[in-house]
């Protein structure tokens, strides 16, 4: 079955360290974005990219870094910059532009605890 | 630059009544897209509904449906028959052809047995 896969769903981190979330899709997407989500909020875009070899920054991309060098794969890299990274991770795919298909598929998250 | 706004942080309904979910978008834009997601306990982001702005004929999937105002920016979701599996965060969200989502804050609906 086609989908989104994150990896891991629960991660934790010691303060000062760098941490590299994962999501891979084999939707064939060209798009794909990371969001954060913080408890009773909603989602607020980190990064995304339309096509592989360039990615934009989105509403809160200090702290965290991308890359997407193939087109199933955009981990995420929060680093130690990131003053507040305690919180719920989602990434998504979707077809960038066109008629149909036009939602999000979404992965299963990473919750991602600070310690 | 593109808002959704959700004016009803929470909301609770009967099990087996309806309920209707509010949402208003800002756009300047004529070409779009509109979405509802729904965000169970388990996080994973469903899609419920979706809408093209061209289309003048409010979309329907079971028992949910929407109501969509183009002029009045307005795009709301109704749940008949509601159950309790429909408990959730419902996220409206807006796209603009070829861009990036913006979500809505979010509304918690609770189903009340």
Redo the contacts between chains.
Sequence with gaps: DGGITQSPKYLFRKEGQNVTLSCEQNLNHDAMYWYRQDPGQGLRLIYYSQIVNDFQKGDIAEGYSVSREKKESFPLTVTSAQKNPTAFYLCASSIPQGIMNTEAFFGQGTRLTVV | AQTVTQSQPEMSVQEAETVTLSCTYDTSESDY?L?WYKQPP????I?VI?Q?AYKQQNATENRFSVNFQKAAKSFSLKISDSQLGDAAMY?C?Y?L??Q??V????T?LSVLP
């Design positions: 897209y979405f388990s996080r994973q982001m899609l979706r093209e996220f969200a796209r052809y070829g990036n989502f979500f809505g804050p979010g918690r």
